[in-house]
């Protein structure tokens, strides 16, 4: 169990380009999620894949950013003509299904994203 | 009105005494319960998770869970200073697979 890994860790971008990034799960959990992180703030929900499909999108996530999961193993997010308010901690968490309520979300090391 | 609410901190502590933690959600169905650790800097770490009322132990931690009153506590015992760190509530709220954060509570433990 070699834990969630994400890739990049840091990532500075002038606004108005694009960036991606990729979330690599816990390899036997099949459910992924993405969340975004400001400073002084708790994680917020943005999208939620359950094998290659997703499932759930968040109204924060706007026509600018979209994100796929094709084979049901890693993910990635793209953020499309990046602004400042982008800037923040993207974070990816995976889970296994368990079929009950006892399902445990784990976080990977997030993309510190800032947009100058 | 926020779906998860903590007690706002920061919240300082003497090394070796017990730290609380409380946090509020609004969902009445919500029935799992999450503490996450944060450093600065870092992301997210489980510490605890609990799913019916009453106290659940872990080590030094101890999570408390009362649904009526929709309510969930983390005690911290005998508090070190690895310890000083934001403390995170998450909810599954109504049966969602997704998880809604509380903002955090940060505890700084004094040597």
């Known amino acids: 169990d070699t834990g969630v890994s994400q890739d990049p860790r840091h990532k500075i971008t002038k606004r108005g380009q694009n960036v991606t990034f990729r979330c690599d799960p816990i390899s036997e959990h099949n459910r992924l999620y993405w969340y975004r992180q400001t400073l002084g703030q708790g994680p917020e929900f943005l999208t939620y894949f359950q094998n290659e499909a997703q499932l759930e999108k968040s109204r924060l996530l706007s026509d600018r950013f979209s994100a796929e999961r094709p084979k049901g193993s890693f993910s990635t997010l793209e953020i499309q003509r990046t602004e400042q308010g982008d800037s923040a901690m993207y974070l990816c968490?995976?889970?296994?299904?368990?079929?009950?309520?006892?399902?445990?979300?784990?976080f990977g090391p997030g993309t510190r994203l800032l947009v100058l | 009105q926020k779906e998860v609410e903590q007690n706002s901190g920061p919240l300082s502590v003497p090394e070796g005494a017990i730290a609380s933690l409380n946090c509020t959600y609004s969902?009445?169905?919500?029935?799992?319960f999450f503490w996450y650790r944060q450093y600065s800097g870092k992301s997210p770490e489980l510490i605890m998770s609990i799913y019916s009322n009453g106290d659940k132990e872990d080590g030094r931690f101890t999570a408390q869970l009362n649904k009526a009153s929709q309510y969930v506590s983390l005690l911290i015992r005998d508090s070190q200073p690895s310890d000083s760190a934001t403390y995170l509530c998450a909810v599954n709220m109504g049966g969602d697979y997704k998880l809604s954060f509380g903002a955090g509570t940060t505890v700084t433990v004094r040597a």
């Open positions: 969902d009445r169905g919500s029935q799992s």
């Open positions: 968490a995976s889970s296994l299904e368990s079929g009950g309520d006892q399902e445990t979300q784990y």
